[in-house]
């Protein structure tokens, strides 16, 4: 019997391999196809500042950790086999195409039979993939990390049949990726195993080890870029965009300041250049400045932390309404993401320019853009509607599985505080990974209600076998 949420007290067993269903690779060849026309219609790589910043570090060798040094690497790596950026493209699609791959393999493992399997890779034809796969971003491969991730602790969950190697794998490189490739990520990794070790008893020591590899990777990455390559680390203002712009807020509002505010405040940037500034949406508008001193922050951090409980304490009616209308995107789903489908490339001095491989295929792409932007399709990728299809299918897993099934929605759910909390934004692709994850939470959810139809039914058959009479004796 396999070790799970029903039997904790069992160790832990690892089947030696599960075949794949003969669909499954076909289905991904299919999402490849349908991913690499948006590719072809944006060829070589749609690219923004951040994406052209990358570029320029490959080419240079000077590296900045602002974007993890890890993905420019990969990048760079790419562009010795074929010197553009398409090869990291290429590099993203295939990684995605065995992220998937291997979520098809789970979601059949489910017991789901060829047409939920089919369905569910008929999510991934969405133009938000498309879109986003033809963009150079880090956010892409840090998603398939996520989505391979997510897969394996439907596994881990006990949810399955026994998890084989290719699991363990999984959960393995899935959380060292999404460690690695976005600064954020160990939140979500730490989230999912602590989970997965808290809730299920017998993973307890797959989760160690697994924190355990993911630290020690972080270690020999942090010297690599930090020492070997002397990369500068991202200002810490890039985790705090929520408290800078409501202090922000208070200033453009004309709050009196104590003398202590104003000093630490004025560190950062000066007074009446917050007031001049100010975004409600955004602190995009100031840390760009020169005069933007996030310095400040890292020398006297909890100074800062002071400060900003300090700013609650005085004036809580600003500081929630500057949090409201930041975090709109989350929570409203009147509010798209912006760039949920990016296109073009940033004006460059490097001779970068779009260069589709056809007219009549940048049309198609184009047609399929207006079509999903609009109207009724434009819902389908609100982040707002996002998360609460994501609750719900939360909901209906615990109800029909326990709260073993809620350890697959740790990762995303721990994102999502992060942006409610600490980072707000209104680009699309930090939503991205939690628009890869549901569909097979969908599957798994799906499955979690046929399971409580299917033991209700059997309850209400035991029940009427128990209270029927008995058939008379033959004579």
């Not at 990794?189 to 630290?215: K, M, P």
């Not at 491989?357 to 399929?368: E, H, M």
């Not at 109800?399 to 505080?417: C, K, S, T, W």
């Amino acid at each position: 019997m396999n070790a799970g949420p029903d039997n904790p007290g069992r160790p832990e067993r690892v089947a030696p391999g599960v075949r794949t269903p003969s669909y499954v690779w076909p289905l991904v060849l299919a999402c490849v196809a349908c991913w690499s026309v948006f590719w072809l219609a944006n060829f070589p790589a749609v690219m923004t500042p951040d994406s052209m910043s990358q570029w320029q570090q490959t080419l240079t060798g000077r590296y900045n950790d602002w974007h993890p040094v890890v993905h420019t690497l990969l990048i760079r790596v790419a562009a010795f086999v074929w010197p553009t950026p398409a090869a990291g493209i290429a590099v993203h699609i295939a990684l995605m195409a065995l992220a998937l791959a291997y979520t098809l393999q789970v979601v059949s493992r489910l017991g789901c039979g060829p047409i939920p399997v089919v369905l569910t890779a008929a999510l991934y034809l969405h133009p938000v993939d498309g879109a986003l796969l033809a963009t150079l971003w880090k956010d892409v491969p840090f998603t398939a990390c996520f989505l391979a991730f997510t897969a394996a602790l439907i596994v881990f969950s006990g949810l399955t049949d026994a998890p084989t190697r290719l699991d363990t794998v999984a959960v393995a490189l899935g959380g060292i990726g999404m460690a690695l490739l976005r600064h954020n990520g160990i939140a979500n990794v730490i989230a999912g195993l602590a989970a997965l070790g808290w809730l299920c008893r017998s993973r307890r020591r797959l989760s160690l080890r697994t924190a355990l590899l993911v630290a020690v990777c972080l270690g020999i990455a942090s010297v690599l870029v930090h020492r070997v390559l002397r990369a500068p680390e991202p200002p810490v203002t890039e985790a705090l965009a929520i408290p800078l712009q409501q202090a922000g807020a208070v200033i453009a509002s004309g709050q009196p300041l104590s003398a202590h505010e104003e000093t630490l405040l004025g560190a950062i940037l000066p007074i009446e250049t917050w007031e001049r500034h100010y975004d409600p949406q955004s602190v995009d508008r100031v840390k760009f400045l020169p005069e933007f001193q996030p310095a400040a922050i890292s020398v006297r951090p909890f100074a800062y932390l002071s400060l900003w409980f300090q700013l609650w304490r005085d004036h809580p009616g600003v500081m929630f309404r500057a949090w409201v209308r930041q975090t709109g995107t989350v929570w409203d789903p009147r509010r798209n993401g912006v760039d949920a489908l990016p296109r073009g490339i940033v004006t460059n001095d490097l001779g970068l320019r779009p260069a589709p491989v056809s007219a009549p295929l940048g049309r198609l792409v184009t047609a399929v853009y207006r079509a999903f932007s609009s109207g009724l399709l434009s819902w389908f990728q609100k982040p707002a509607v996002i998360h609460l299809a994501l609750l719900l299918l939360a909901l209906v897993c615990f109800r029909g599985a326990g709260v073993a099934a809620l350890i697959p929605f740790a990762p995303v759910g721990v994102g999502l505080l992060v942006l409610l909390c600490f980072m707000p934004t209104s680009d699309f692709r930090y939503f991205y990974p939690g628009f890869a994850v549901l569909p097979p939470l969908a599957a798994l959810a799906w499955r979690s209600h046929r399971r409580t139809r299917t033991a209700t039914a059997m309850g209400q058959s035991t029940m009427l076998a128990a209270t029927s009479d008995p058939l008379p004796p033959r004579k």
